[in-house]
């Protein structure tokens, strides 16, 4: 294991909603189909504003960017692309995610990522609403309040 890089980032955690019940009556290619489309409408629009990918953990992302700024910007930017997907589909076929944002120092250690700000973003994406991005005051009190609607 190699020696630990301490960095302030924002972290952002996605996650289906449901997940669990929506796969419970899919077939394993339905659910991978589901899989594949979250991970092509969602990634890139991460990807575009400065995301890194860290891991996936199961039906969630765990990213990271180096301004709270873009990643909030990203996170509004997936919701108002999925309102768009979902507008004409059954609640069974839609994609509605939750986004969590948080800003803080945090270990980098083997293409990994550990530490308070990891598991605060955890926590907060827990209670965070679908279509919505919710984020801490640490990002808020960073991020560009010009630019973020």
């Not at 449901?18 to 077939?27: A, I, L």
């Not at 575009?48 to 909030?72: C, Y």
């Not at 692309?81 to 948080?102: G, K």
């Amino acid at each position: 294991m190699s020696e630990p890089v301490t960095r302030h980032l924002t972290v952002l955690l996605t996650d289906i909603k449901g997940f669990t019940d929506k796969t419970s009556h899919k077939s394993r290619a339905e659910i991978m189909r589901m899989l594949d489309e979250h991970r092509e409408v969602v990634l890139p629009i991460l990807e575009v504003r400065g995301g890194r990918l860290v891991k996936t953990i199961g039906d969630a992302f765990l990213m990271t960017f180096e301004s709270p700024t873009n990643a909030v910007l990203a996170g509004v930017a997936v919701q108002d692309a999925l309102a768009e997907r979902n507008r004409d589909r059954t609640a069974d076929d839609r994609l509605e995610i939750r986004i969590a944002i948080n800003a803080g120092e945090v270990n980098l250690i083997d293409n990994d990522i550990f530490g308070e700000a990891v598991n605060i973003t955890a926590r907060i994406e827990g209670i965070a609403e679908t279509g919505q991005v919710y984020f801490t005051e640490a990002v808020y009190l960073a991020m560009n309040k010009a630019e973020v609607p």
